[in-house]
Every structure is written in structure tokens, then in C-alpha cells.
């Protein structure tokens, strides 16, 4: 199974101010594709949710690098 996020079971104080939607292509029961949100730009974390009623998971850069790359999805939006 590819990556996709570790489970979130911490509180933490994210950045807001600088946040992204980026589009991904689909997986699984989604074909058309759906979103991440990214807080804090590069270098921040990503956000998903991957199952119809799943817990939200959330990565780090080199996570999110790993999950485009395990999953053969397509980024449609690069971050600024």
C-alpha cells in the first residue's frame, strides 16, 4: 500500500497564513481526484484525508514527496 499520510495524534499550532490547496489526481474509490491542504508553504505540512470516513493523516515535505512518488500522482498546483 502506498503512503499516504501518518495518522494526526498530536495538537500543534500550524500556520495558517500561508495556505494551499493542491489538487491531485485520484485513487482508489475517487478517480476524478481530490485535495491536500498545505499550511506554511514549502517546508510546511500537508493535510488529506484518504478514506470516505477516515481520520485526517498529515506529512511533512519529504512525506509529501514520498506520497506524489508512491502513488504516481500528477501535482497540478506548485507551490510559490
Given at each position: 500500500?502506498?503512503?499516504?499520510?501518518?495518522?494526526?495524534?498530536?495538537?500543534?499550532?500550524?500556520?495558517?497564513?500561508?495556505?494551499?490547496?493542491?489538487?491531485?489526481?485520484?485513487?482508489?474509490?475517487?478517480?476524478?481526484g481530490?485535495?491536500?491542504?498545505?499550511?506554511?508553504?514549502?517546508?510546511?505540512?500537508?493535510?488529506?484525508?484518504a478514506?470516505?470516513?477516515?481520520?485526517?493523516?498529515?506529512?511533512?515535505?519529504?512525506?509529501?514527496?514520498?506520497?506524489?512518488?508512491?502513488?504516481?500522482?500528477?501535482?497540478?498546483?506548485?507551490?510559490?
Open positions: 500500500m502506498a503512503y499516504d499520510g501518518d495518522f494526526i495524534n498530536f495538537c500543534n499550532i500550524f500556520n495558517f497564513n500561508r495556505a494551499h490547496a493542491i489538487v491531485v489526481s485520484g485513487a482508489k474509490w475517487n478517480p476524478c481530490h485535495m491536500l491542504l498545505n499550511t506554511g508553504g514549502i517546508g510546511g505540512w500537508y493535510f488529506h484525508v478514506e470516505v470516513r477516515g481520520r485526517p493523516k498529515y506529512m511533512n515535505e519529504s512525506g509529501y514527496r514520498r506520497y506524489l512518488k508512491e502513488t504516481k500522482n500528477m501535482k497540478y498546483h506548485e507551490l510559490m
